[in-house]
Structures are given as structure tokens and as C-alpha cells.
């Protein structure tokens, strides 16, 4: 706490020094600018001053013209829009990257496609060595229905197979994927997960749910060298940063993952900012090092521990009080129960970990509060930010308690838009409640925007529009009563991703002392049709006073 303290004291005293700053010259000022800050106390200008990393000052053209000195560049935006980097709260980019990087990308429109792409990938592996596929949808094929591993085995037939759907909680694999994994028709479900079965036959269609994927993980050869890794950060750094976002918080890596955004940034391959949640099944090889939240700096730095409660909503096993509109025996799935949550969360807590637990489903939710009130009674500690990841479907009664304990959410900010036609398994009734950002913010909760990549597509203009139309891309309306403003879905964006880091006083608005994390866009998202915010281009971006994107 102390550190956090002098750290904000410094940055106070840097922002009230910028104001008039004679021996700190700007290096760069934009000007001409329709500057969005997310600064209450100043919420519009017209020129930002940059020297270094650091915002130097914000103001009127006039202002800030006053302020340059002879070596100082300038840029002339014509009026264009800036905002500041967007800050997606829960994301997996080590992981999507390395995905990129190896994997068949099954983000195709039909099993024929996919298909293809898996013929096309076995004639340049040796027979026997496994296919993996990743960001399948079984809701985007025009030919329908799930993948069946006989689908996959006409595919190829000589190579074990495995297709990760794009939520990542549920996968589809072949006849030799599963005798690999020593699956039989006769072995029963494991705890926490599911084999599918014909309905008519009981035999095996090749669909596993959540833990059922556990067999298959560990015989799957998955080793990249510590280079690849590094090259995968690059890779998906590229990939975000040229669509706004300059700060993600990775929700789920693991120490390797940890190294290779320590790797890609000290080659300067990196061009984002991590915030990084490790794996709860880590929490002794960090607590053994001396590691806790907080560790790092403001390009790499330590997040919390990550626990996982229930299913997944793109994948529909998120674990409901309702059950699934259509199949009135399926309530979901919960992946571990309250006493695991419990003691997971609290011994974290108490090594001085923020806590961030994965819940997507009401009955999910209420067990993650009920753990987290549970041990800030225990042993109270002030300010420990808990985060709900995801959050989707909640209660009046879940959002006075998320309140009442000060966590965070951060619900999908993508999927009313991007994965509409998954909505109708949740009732137009049930989505009322859901990625309720409308409810969490008259709440005073300070929610955030995640897209979870690769489950949803991390666009911030396709966030914003999603938040502030709730229409899906179809033009359906799901929960239109969660709507919020452009303003208010810029600030949840930005300030509020910072906040849910501890690091508020860094970054996520245009201010004085703070980053120069920056995008410039080619309209202004409050001034278009809402239906077309996702057609906004973003120009530039800029992650610590240097251009990182420039379109
Ligand atoms: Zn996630």
C-alpha cells in the first residue's frame, strides 16, 4: 500500500508541475484536436503536450501553443477524434497469440470450410501427429450443427484431431483424437464435465465439455520455445494495438506467459501494456519466488489470481439458476464447487493477491460473493478490489452486494453484437440481466470492458457500439434497459479497466502526469450514428508517447 501511496503523491506532484512546466519541454504536441479526455474536471480540449512517456499538458490550441519550445514537434490533427487507449480488462493474448501462431484458425463460416482447412494443414503434418484448430463456432456455420468427429475424420483420418471451440470451454475431436486420450465409449463423465453422446445411439460424437477436454490436453504436445512464445506476444500486440487497445489485463497466464511478456517487451516486440492474472494452480511457485500483485512496472506488471467457478456463455454451460431456454433439464455446469472457491480465493487473499474468479452464471456469481464476503470478514483488507470476471447474468441482489464489497466486473463487452444468435438460449427476460453495464454503473460499480480473445473479438469500437445499441449485428435488440451512453461506455473502456489494476492514477484518461496512451480516430463516436460506431477507423495509436499504429 505504501508504494501505491508515494507513487500517486509523485504523479500529483507531476501533474501540478505540467501546468507549468519551464524546465520540461514538450517533445510532441497534438493540437487541433477533438480530445475525448475521460477527465471529469476537464472533459474536452483541443491539444495534448507529450514529453517522454508522460502527458505533459491538455488544453486550448492557444494554451498549449504557449507551451512549445523550439524543438518541440507538432502535429496538426484536423480536427480529428482522440480518446484514450482503451484497456481490455479480461483478455488471454499469450494465449490467442501462440493460437495465431501454430493452430489452424477455425473462425470459418461452414463444416465444408473447416474441413478444408484441416485437409489443408494434414498434408503438411506427418501422419499421426496431432491437428489443433482453434476459434470454431458452432453457432457461425451456414451448414449447421455441431462438429461430429465423423465430420473430422473424413478430414483427416490418419491425424488425431482437436477443435477448440472460440469460448474455449468445450472442444470437438476425432476417432484417433480419441483413442489417443484413451477416451472410451464406456468411460463415464468426469467430475466437472461431459463426453456428448448420439442421443439415439450413446455413442461418442466427439464433443467434450469443459473438463472432458483434461484427458486430451495431456497428450496434446504443445511445447513452444521460449522465442515463439515471445514472437506470439508480438504478434497479437500488433494485432490489438492497431484497433485502440494499449493496456490489456491477460486473465489467465501462466509464469511462461509471464516470461514472454517480460521477453517481448525488452526486444521492444511488445507494444502493449499487460496486467498479468496467473493461474491459481501457480499460486505456490509465485508465493515461493516472493511474488505478489503490484510486482513490475507499468509495461509488465503483476496481476492477481485467477479462479474459475462455473461454464462459459458463448459455449451456453454457464451455470444458471433457470435452466437454458429449450433444454429445461440443463442448468449448466459448475466447474468448481463453493468450498474450493473458498479456500482457493481466501489463500491468495491472504498472501496479498488481488482475486479475480471466473463466473459467468448467477448461481456462479453468488458463490464467488459469498467466498469473497466470507473472507473479507475473515481477515479484512482494505481496498482489495475483487474482480467477478464476466458477471454476466446477475440479480438486483448480486449487483447490492457486488457494491456493498467494492469488486469489479467485467462482463463481454462484444457478444450482444457479435454473438446475438447465442442469445436466444439465455430469453430475451434473462438478458435484462445480463453484461449489465447499465445496472452496474447507477450502482456506482466501476465495471469495466473485456472481449476474454478469443471468445470475443477485442474491437473497441465493436464494444462500444455493442454497449450503447445493444443490438446484435442481425439488428436484433437483447436487454435494451442495459444501454449506456457513448460517454459512459468510453469511461468503462479506459478509466475503469485502469482502476480494476490499481493503476488509475497511471493511465486511462488524457491528463497531466499520466501515459501518453492515446488513439486518434477518424470520427467521433459521439457525434455518429450509433449503429456505425463500429465503422469508425482507428487512425493511430500511441502506447507511452510513440506511435505503435499508425493506419
Ligand atoms: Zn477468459
Redesign the pocket.
Known amino acids: 500500500m505504501r508504494n501505491r501511496q508515494t507513487r500517486r503523491d509523485f504523479l500529483a506532484s507531476l501533474g501540478a508541475m505540467a501546468l507549468a512546466p519551464r524546465h520540461m519541454e514538450p517533445e510532441l504536441i497534438l493540437h487541433n484536436a477533438n480530445i475525448l479526455t475521460v477527465d471529469v474536471r476537464n472533459p474536452r480540449a483541443q491539444a495534448v503536450a507529450i514529453a517522454g512517456e508522460r502527458i505533459l499538458a491538455v488544453g486550448s490550441n492557444s494554451e498549449l501553443q504557449a507551451a512549445g519550445a523550439a524543438r518541440t514537434k507538432k502535429i496538426d490533427l484536423g480536427g480529428k477524434t482522440v480518446v484514450p487507449g482503451f484497456i481490455d480488462a479480461?483478455?488471454?493474448p499469450a494465449y490467442a497469440g501462440m493460437r495465431h501462431l501454430r493452430w489452424v484458425d477455425c473462425d470459418l463460416r461452414s463444416i465444408a470450410l473447416i474441413q478444408d482447412a484441416i485437409r489443408q494443414r494434414a498434408t503438411n503434418t506427418p501422419p499421426g501427429e496431432w491437428i489443433v484448430g482453434f476459434k470454431y463456432d458452432d453457432t457461425k456455420t451456414s451448414d449447421g450443427g455441431r462438429l461430429r468427429r465423423e465430420d473430422v475424420d473424413a478430414a483427416a483420418p490418419r491425424h488425431p484431431v482437436f477443435i477448440e471451440h472460440r469460448g474455449?470451454h468445450t472442444a470437438y475431436v476425432n476417432s484417433l483424437a480419441l483413442e489417443r486420450a484413451g477416451v472410451k465409449e464406456e468411460l463415464a463423465d468426469p467430475p466437472g464435465g461431459q463426453f456428448d453422446r448420439d442421443p439415439a445411439t450413446h455413442r461418442l460424437t466427439g464433443g467434450l465439455r469443459e473438463r472432458a477436454t483434461e484427458p486430451f490436453w495431456k497428450v496434446i504436445p504443445f511445447q513452444l520455445t521460449r522465442d515463439e512464445r515471445r514472437q506470439a506476444v508480438k504478434l497479437i500486440s500488433k494485432m490489438m494495438v492497431q484497433t485502440g487497445v494499449t493496456s490489456v489485463h491477460d486473465?489467465?497466464a501462466t509464469p511462461e506467459d509471464l516470461l514472454a511478456y517480460q521477453d517481448a517487451h525488452e526486444s521492444g516486440d511488445s507494444l502493449f501494456r499487460v496486467y498479468c492474472f496467473i493461474q491459481y494452480q501457480f499460486l505456490d511457485r509465485m508465493m515461493a519466488a516472493g511474488v505478489r500483485s503490484g510486482l513490475g512496472d507499468e509495461w509488465v506488471r503483476v496481476g492477481g489470481i485467477k479462479l474459475v467457478c462455473d461454464g462459459s456463455i458463448s459455449e451456453r454451460t454457464a451455470r444458471l439458476s433457470k435452466p437454458y431456454v429449450g433444454r429445461p433439464d440443463d442448468f449448466g455446469i459448475l466447474v468448481h464447487d463453493e468450498m474450493e472457491i473458498y479456500e482457493q480465493a481466501r489463500r491468495a487473499h491472504e498472501a496479498g493477491w488481488q482475486v479475480g474468479t471466473?463466473a459467468n452464471g448467477d448461481v456462479a456469481i453468488d458463490i464467488t460473493l459469498r467466498s469473497y464476503e466470507r473472507i473479507q470478514r475473515e481477515m479484512p483488507r482494505h481496498d482489495p478490489r475483487f474482480r467477478v470476471?464476466?458477471c454476466t447474468v446477475v440479480s438486483p441482489q448480486l449487483i447490492e452486494r457486488i457494491a456493498k464489497l467494492g469488486a469489479i466486473p467485467t462482463p463481454f463487452s462484444t457478444y450482444v453484437y457479435y454473438h446475438g444468435e447465442k442469445m436466444r438460449e439465455y430469453g430475451a427476460e434473462r438478458l435484462g440481466w445480463m453484461f449489465a453495464v447499465r445496472s452496474f454503473l447507477d450502482a456506482g460499480i466501476r465495471v469495466t470492458q473485456a472481449s476474454?480473445y478469443p471468445?470475443g473479438p477485442f474491437e473497441p469500437m465493436m464494444a462500444l457500439q455493442s454497449s450503447v445499441t445493444r443490438t446484435d449485428s442481425k439488428g436484433n435488440v437483447w436487454g435494451p434497459k442495459q444501454k449506456v451512453t457513448v460517454e459512459e461506455a468510453l469511461r468503462v473502456g479506459t478509466l475503469h479497466g485502469a482502476y480494476a489494476s490499481f493503476e488509475e492514477s497511471l493511465k486511462g484518461s488524457i491528463e497531466p502526469g499520466k501515459l501518453a496512451d492515446l488513439v486518434v480516430l477518424g470520427q467521433d463516436p459521439m457525434q455518429v450514428d450509433p449503429m456505425t460506431i463500429i465503422q469508425i477507423p482507428v487512425e493511430r495509436t500511441m502506447v507511452g508517447g510513440k506511435w505503435v499504429f499508425e493506419g
Request: proline share 9%; hydrophobic share 10%; glycine share 10%.
Open positions: 479480461h483478455t488471454h474455449g486473465a489467465e471466473h470476471e464476466h476474454d471468445p
